[in-house]
């Protein structure tokens, strides 16, 4: 059977179509003890993430929407190297910048390595790959975005000294508005505050 979008039409006109199999959001973990005092940041996309730049989505029941073999936004894939690639950098700055905030050094040369995975993200609005493929979307299409993380802290003998997780995705239509990242980059922005705070000695 055919899953049907729900959508919501608002007093400004705008058409919001929400993902029937939208993700749910997960408080942040973290399975390690001690705070460090520095640490390097690696940032990388998990290998579904690097697919689905190009591609929809290998799991097929993730891919539910789409009305087509085009179709990257209902199907959640087909976002574009670059826009994926910008999502990394924001993820390595804003991890850098709370950890400072909080005391911990962010350096290259550090024995521990603060591993983290950009393991999902949902865009607010079409990427502009999408739209390039997809005729019928237009950056007037909405839904509901954000992102999931998983993250290791590895020490320099290579031993791993625990893991952290967090997922945030908008769970309400309504307060969807912004840029085609707004909910994946407020989604980015709450994890690197939790994480730097995880591993903070205050």
Not at 14 to 31: D, R
Not at 101 to 120: W, Y
Request: hydrophobic residues 35%; charged residues 25%; positive net charge.
């Amino acid at each position: 059977m055919r899953t049907v979008l729900s959508t919501v039409i608002l007093s400004t006109g705008l058409l919001f179509t929400s993902p029937a199999m939208a993700k749910n959001s997960k408080k942040f973990e973290n399975t390690y003890a001690v705070p460090v005092s520095s640490v390097k940041v690696e940032v990388v996309l998990s290998e579904d993430l690097e697919w689905r730049a190009n591609n929809l989505p290998k799991d097929r029941s993730d891919r539910r929407n789409a009305k087509n073999s085009r179709d990257g936004f209902g199907g959640n894939g087909f976002y574009g190297e670059r826009d994926l690639s910008k999502l990394v950098t924001r993820l390595e700055k804003r991890l850098a910048k709370q950890l400072e905030k909080r005391g911990v050094k962010v350096d290259p040369e550090s024995e521990n390595v603060l591993k983290v995975t950009l393991d999902d993200v949902r865009p607010t609005h079409p990427t502009f790959n999408q739209l390039s493929r997809n005729s019928s979307l237009s950056m007037r299409s909405v839904a509901r975005g954000g992102a999931s993380f998983v993250g290791s802290l590895i020490a320099n003998n290579g031993e791993d000294q625990g893991n952290i997780s967090y997922a945030w995705y908008e769970n309400d239509i309504c307060n969807t508005a912004g840029t085609t990242w707004s909910d994946t980059n407020r989604a980015i922005d709450r994890f690197a505050k939790k994480t730097a705070k995880s591993l903070a000695w205050n």
